[in-house]
């Protein structure tokens, strides 16, 4: 019987959101997350790049034919209107059953319940590999130091994951309904088009940059992108704003602005939708005469990590705590994912994501002690 006393997820949780690290700053959280890990044995390694602060942390030895990787973050978002909270946005006050606090759900529980599920089994059943955190402060912001720049330090310094969990929340109602196999791409397009300013009495002697670009959108969001694969919904583009800025009744302006955002499954790629949308663009152009410019920034591209043994391992864990059966999913937005399918096998399981940026974010105390012992569960079953 081991002397070990095993980590309390909820405490720790605690610990982390009373930790203010909104976007960019650490607050603290890795700082405690490295004294943690560095007791249990784990080497740890602070990887900063560009004002962001990340941590690596490897128990086991350097290079091991099998490694279990986990990611997460601990940068949060901004809380918003602080009054409109019930209880402190940093505060980790826990009432009726439910821990309050920005990042309570996103994701500082799963990063907590991981780390406690770790320090646990390398303590009590030494494994015949390596257990790895990547836990990044960079997620919920531009993403460019974070996981990314994980990765890169691994690869200069020999270091690898056989296999990853990634602790974002992925359940919509219930815990243990769903887990994610993969993620749509996105991808944000900004026009601008250019006319010829005028008087609105006299539309023949000006260019209506308005007109083209409304007809540009119409077009953009009547068009069929796809009808879904086996494993994503059908990619999806919405017009998220049209911006003229002209308060003038008789006046046609010169210049109006639009922007789209694409979530995208399989079927198609950044490149590919980009010539899509310069097309489409040019095709306008060349018939109002109105100059329309692009510009297109693709924030992650979609990614399968096709059913096999990573997912399966996950599910068998999700069911034998829960009883449920996790539906495969690629739905919801991007996730620092998109980086990790490029170094290894990549699976997200977590919480139930509800109040995930929300006023009063929260999460049942419960899920995280269940959430901990999926985790536990998945490294017992990866290392037998």
Request: aromatic fraction near 6%.
């Given at each position: 019987?081991?002397?070990h006393?095993?980590?309390d997820?909820?405490?720790?949780t ?5 930790c ?11 700082v ?12 740890c ?8 602060a990340?941590?690596?942390?490897r128990?086991?030895?350097k290079?091991?034919?099998r490694?279990?990787?986990f990611n997460g ?9 602080a009054?409109a ?14 821990l ?13 319940a991981?780390a406690a ?11 015949d590999?390596a ?28 270091e ?10 992925t359940c919509?109602?219930?815990f243990?309904q ?17 006319g010829?300013?005028?008087h ?8 209506n940059?308005?007109?083209?670009l409304v ?8 068009h ?25 009744t008789?006046?046609?302006?010169a210049?109006?602005?639009g ?18 949308l ?8 060349a018939?109002t ?12 591209e979609?990614f ?11 599910a ?24 990790v ?8 399981f ?10 009063d974010?929260?999460?049942?105390v419960?899920q995280i002690?269940k959430?901990?012992a ?7 079953d990866?290392?037998?």
């Amino acid at each position: 019987m081991s002397a070990h006393t095993p980590v309390d997820p909820v405490a720790l949780t605690a610990d982390l959101v009373r930790c203010n690290s909104v976007t960019p700053a650490e607050g603290g959280a890795l700082v405690l997350l490295e004294k943690l890990l560095s007791g249990a044995g784990f080497d740890c390694t602070r990887v900063d790049r560009g004002g962001i602060a990340n941590l690596y942390a490897r128990w086991g030895r350097k290079g091991s034919n099998r490694s279990f990787g986990f990611n997460g973050h601990t940068d949060v978002v901004p809380v918003g209107d602080a009054a409109a909270w019930t209880h402190d946005p940093f505060g980790a006050e826990i009432v009726d059953g439910w821990l309050y606090g920005r990042g309570a759900t996103d994701m500082k529980s799963g990063v907590a319940a991981f780390a406690a599920a770790a320090v646990d089994f390398v303590r009590e059943t030494p494994p015949d590999g390596a257990v790895i955190l990547a836990i990044t402060g960079d997620e919920e912001a531009d993403a460019e130091d974070g996981t990314v720049a994980l990765l890169d330090w691994m690869a200069t310094q020999g270091e690898a994951m056989s296999v990853c969990l990634v602790g974002e929340p992925t359940c919509p109602e219930t815990f243990g309904q769903a887990m994610k196999i993969g993620r749509r791409g996105s991808l944000t397009a900004w026009f601008t088009a250019e006319g010829v300013q005028g008087h609105s009495a006299y539309p023949h002697r000006a260019k209506n940059p308005v007109t083209a670009l409304v007809r540009l959108m119409d077009r953009l969001a009547s068009h069929e992108l796809d009808r879904g694969t086996d494993h994503f919904d059908a990619s999806t583009l919405a017009i998220t704003t049209i911006d003229t800025g002209n308060p003038a009744t008789n006046v046609i302006p010169a210049i109006s602005r639009g922007t789209v955002n694409i979530r995208f499954n399989d079927l198609h790629s950044g490149a590919s939708l980009t010539d899509w949308l310069s097309a489409e663009a040019a095709k306008v152009q060349a018939e109002t005469g109105v100059k329309i410019a692009l510009r297109v920034s693709i924030s992650g591209e979609s990614f399968l990590t096709p059913p096999g043994a990573l997912s399966a391992l996950v599910a068998k864990a999700v069911k034998a705590e829960t009883g449920l059966e996790p539906e495969l999913s690629t739905s919801g937005g991007t996730s620092d994912a998109r980086f990790v399918k490029d170094h290894c096998p990549v699976v997200e399981f977590g919480l139930v994501g509800k109040t995930m940026h929300a006023v009063d974010e929260r999460v049942e105390v419960d899920q995280i002690r269940k959430l901990k012992a999926v985790y536990s569960r998945v490294l017992r079953d990866y290392f037998a």
